[in-house]
């Protein structure tokens, strides 16, 4: 008896497991047809965080169009150009279309720090440099436009509170509201979604946290948002997805597998669960 029990257990949670990632490819809304840049600060952020999100979104189905900017060259250990190399291995393991959609900025404004936020109104001068050049040139009576629709980043807690993760998100709001600044009563061209920070139980239970995300989810559903994207967006990857993630850190970002991390993708639920909030510009 024992011994069926210590045998249907795993059957049981892949069952559970698979019952999940139905559950969110079926009941949840999508993004289709986007252009799509998820910004991050470091070279690995893309794995170690976003991987449900890039695997989904580049999935060819959707028609979707995702890049990756990456602020800094993760040059602390004098590593940068390996790392730069790192991110473009793992951005096509994780699906996108080609080595020119990963882009890598080296700046001094940007310095790879576990100390030094970064400054939100030189965030926003490159991107807005990068994906609105002429805004500022465009008629307050049109439509602002951007050559984005979609920009993913971290929240304000940056998942482990690194100051260069939190600096994104602020850095980013900034961008939307230079873009809205002479164009008010028009709709934001571009939607910001940022990746949900858990506590520190929740960030270990692995693919256990996908059932809590989910109910979390489906409770913010019926606050309805207006525009065109969806009011949240979640993504559970299934097995061979989470080890294309896993695969992503181990083959791709090789310099940077040490013990701890090892621990990471083996128990972090981000390797396998993403939920995202769009951010209100005020």
Request: charged letters at 20%; one cysteine or more.
């Amino acid at each position: 008896m024992q011994s069926i029990t210590l045998l249907a257990f795993p059957l049981l949670f892949t069952a559970c497991w698979l019952y999940t990632v139905h559950i969110q490819q079926t009941r949840f809304p999508r993004l289709q047809n986007k252009k799509i840049c998820l910004l991050i600060a470091h070279p690995d952020d893309e794995a170690m965080f976003f991987a449900p999100t890039v695997l989904a979104l580049t999935r060819p189905k959707l028609g979707n169009h995702v890049k990756i900017l990456c602020l800094s060259s993760g040059d602390a250990d004098g590593l940068g150009e390996t790392r730069k190399k790192e991110l473009v291995k793992s951005g096509i393991l994780l699906g996108l279309r080609r080595e020119e959609d990963v882009f890598v900025i080296e700046d001094p404004a940007f310095p790879d720090s576990m100390t030094t936020p970064w400054d939100a109104s030189k965030i926003s001068t490159l991107l807005t440099s990068i994906f609105a050049p002429n805004i500022l040139k465009s008629s307050s009576q049109t439509a602002p436009t951007a050559s984005i629709d979609i920009l993913i980043t971290f929240d304000r807690h940056g998942i482990s509170s690194h100051p260069n993760h939190t600096s994104l998100r602020l850095g980013a709001l900034e961008f939307l509201k230079s873009i809205m600044q002479r164009h008010s009563g028009w709709q934001s061209p571009v939607t910001l979604y940022t990746l949900t920070s858990t506590n520190v139980l929740r960030k270990y239970m692995s693919i256990l946290d996908a059932p809590l995300t989910m109910l979390h989810c489906v409770s913010r559903k019926t606050r309805a948002r207006e525009g065109r994207d969806p009011s949240q967006l979640f993504f559970v990857s299934c097995i061979e997805a989470y080890r294309t993630a896993q695969k992503a850190m181990t083959s791709a970002h090789k310099s940077q597998m040490r013990w701890f991390r090892w621990g990471w993708i083996g128990a972090s639920r981000y390797m396998i669960v993403n939920d995202l909030k769009p951010e209100k510009v005020v």
